[in-house]
């Protein structure tokens, strides 16, 4: 008979809010938290690396973002035409 697979147990800390819309995704396709976390390490393992970018915005894009939350320099027109003319223009 063929060797058993051998497991691991891993305890992480997840912010419950998080962990809960995590698990309706994982329900909705049929696949139990354990075997997402698998999927999520046999990815890292094969691509050597998080199978996902990681950045760090820069200061232009940190500075956007933070305008934009505090409603700053924000540019708004009236519709979808305009702002394609705008564009083109």
Do not use: C, W
């Amino acid at each position: 008979m063929g060797e058993a697979m051998k497991t691991t147990t891993i305890q992480a800390r997840i912010n419950p809010e998080v962990k809960e819309e995590a698990q309706k995704i994982f329900q909705q396709l049929n696949i139990s938290m354990s075997e997402a976390i698998n999927l999520y390490f046999t990815q890292v393992a094969l691509n050597k690396g998080i199978p996902f970018d990681l950045k760090i915005p820069n200061k232009i894009t940190t500075k956007t973002i933070d305008e934009a939350e505090k409603g700053k320099n924000i540019h708004f027109v009236d519709s979808p035409e305009e702002l394609f003319e705008e564009l083109d223009g």
